[in-house]
């Protein structure tokens, strides 16, 4: 089991800038790669970006590409989001996840979700 603590969420202003951390533990965590999916009122959580187990090449979602970056402390087992020239758009809660394959499919746990609320 993984269990993931976020923080970092909060109300900014469009072009503005703003941080996520979380922190992932358990016995197995070295197994998972983490990421960061959104969730907006009234949209199915999508995904955002990803890392690799023990920091392989990331990954992220068009849309947030150039200005979002993903980024791994391996030694922390924390991941962190930061997210430039924020627009309206980018107002969700934000959820840490991690995945890992195995023969049964995807295994994913999620953290509790930052609320980032973005001001035009």
């Known amino acids: 089991q993984v269990r993931l603590v976020e923080s970092g969420g909060g109300l900014v202003q469009a072009g503005g800038s703003l941080r996520l951390s979380c922190t992932a533990s358990?016995?197995?965590?070295?197994?998972?790669?983490l990421g960061w999916f959104r969730q907006s009122p009234g949209k199915e959580r999508a995904f955002v970006a990803r890392?690799?187990?023990?920091?392989?090449?990331?990954r992220s979602a068009d849309v947030v590409t150039g200005r979002y970056t993903i980024a791994l402390d391996n030694a922390k087992k924390t991941i962190y989001l930061q997210m430039n020239e924020l627009s309206p758009e980018g107002t969700a809660v934000y959820y840490c996840?991690?995945?890992?394959?195995?023969?049964?499919?995807?295994?994913?746990?999620w953290g509790q979700g930052a609320q980032v609320t973005v001001s035009s």
């Open positions: 358990g016995p197995t965590v070295d197994d998972y790669g």
């Open positions: 996840n991690a995945r890992r394959l195995t023969t049964s499919g995807a295994e994913n746990y």
């Open positions: 890392t690799r187990p023990n920091g392989g090449a990331s």
